[in-house]
């Protein structure tokens, strides 16, 4: 990107390296953050604080966040810190409906574009002041706050100052705008592979009872909760790093997405055996379902779920 001759080229390597940031991302941050990626639990730490850190976000949040809370309590409002409480979007029938929320599946793409910004800019900076627009509020130690600044300056640093100085002919309009345009496709990626695992007119927002307790086990609570699409895909395997087959991930948390298309066949028949229900589609009825879901949660108070798959 840094050695482009024109402005043709510094767009296109800077937005492939935009493509390569999620993908290292899906394939090796996710993975080192369960402690999967390799052997050896010293290099998962290292591959997970580099991959993430020089994304210029903080591991140790994202680690919090995505181990303790997420696949512990997945899809429960007040305890999963990735379902969201934003006011533009109504994901939860507990959330109060008002009378924009049934405009958000047509929005939902443009605000999509903004996640990874948000995410920099906004979600982790107001950790550090102990307040958040998320369900969960995660206690950050001094040092990692040192390294969340220090690595958002890094960041800030490599994407947008070193290609003004570098690459002044280009002028800093057209980093700012590639700096933008990355955002939005990472983003995108992100959330259109992540997003309709977990909202979707399939899967469900279970409610605990007033003792804060569910009537159901983990094991079913991640199976009522996530949807797969094409996870026989050796391509989607390779490309999101078995995000594809998300039950499964949150099933086996402590296996690597490699081991995935084997282990499937042997998922399929054990389901079936004990009548459970895999969420189990391709790609293009998932995303069917993530807008289904976002204009049912939009116009109904409680969302009727005619799509059900049998067992």
């Excluded at 369960?34 to 020089?54: C, D, E, R, T």
């Excluded at 995410?119 to 990692?144: A, D, G, H, Q, V």
């Excluded at 706050?145 to 947008?160: C, D, S």
Aim: with cysteine; charged share 15%; aromatic share 16%.
């Amino acid at each position: 990107m840094i050695t482009s001759n024109t402005l043709f080229e510094f767009y296109l390597y800077y937005l492939l390296m935009g493509v390569a940031v999620i993908g290292t991302a899906f394939n090796i941050s996710h993975d080192a953050c369960h402690g999967i990626a390799v052997k050896s639990k010293f290099w998962n730490k290292i591959l997970f604080s580099l991959s993430y850190n020089l994304q210029g976000n903080n591991a140790y949040v994202w680690g919090k966040n995505h181990n303790e809370s997420h696949h512990l309590y997945t899809n429960i409002e007040g305890s999963d810190i990735d379902v969201l409480n934003n006011p533009l979007f109504r994901m939860t029938e507990s959330q109060e409906l008002k009378w924009f929320h049934k405009y958000q599946y047509i929005y939902a793409p443009f605000m999509y574009l903004l996640y990874t910004l948000n995410w920099f800019f906004f979600r982790e900076s107001l950790m550090l002041l102990n307040y958040t627009t998320r369900t969960i509020k995660i206690e950050i130690p001094p040092i990692e706050v040192v390294k969340l600044i220090f690595w958002k300056v890094f960041y800030l640093g490599y994407m947008i100052a070193l290609p003004i100085y570098l690459l002044p002919e280009f002028g800093w309009q057209n980093v700012l705008l590639a700096f933008l345009f990355n955002h939005f496709i990472v983003s995108i990626i992100f959330v259109l592979v992540l997003g309709v695992s977990h909202l979707s007119d399939y899967v469900e927002h279970p409610v605990p009872d007033k003792n804060n307790h569910l009537n159901m086990s983990w094991a079913k609570l991640q199976m009522c909760t996530s949807a797969d699409y094409n996870s026989d895909s050796v391509f989607f395997n390779w490309t999101l790093g078995g995000f594809n087959a998300h039950a499964l991930h949150h099933l086996l948390p402590k296996v690597c997405h490699i081991h995935y298309l084997e282990i499937l066949p042997i998922f399929r028949e054990l389901t079936k055996k004990h009548g459970m229900v895999y969420r189990e589609m391709n790609y293009a009825t998932a995303i069917k379902a993530h807008f289904r879901f976002l204009k049912g949660m939009g116009t109904q108070q409680k969302l009727i779920r005619v799509h059900k798959i049998t067992p």
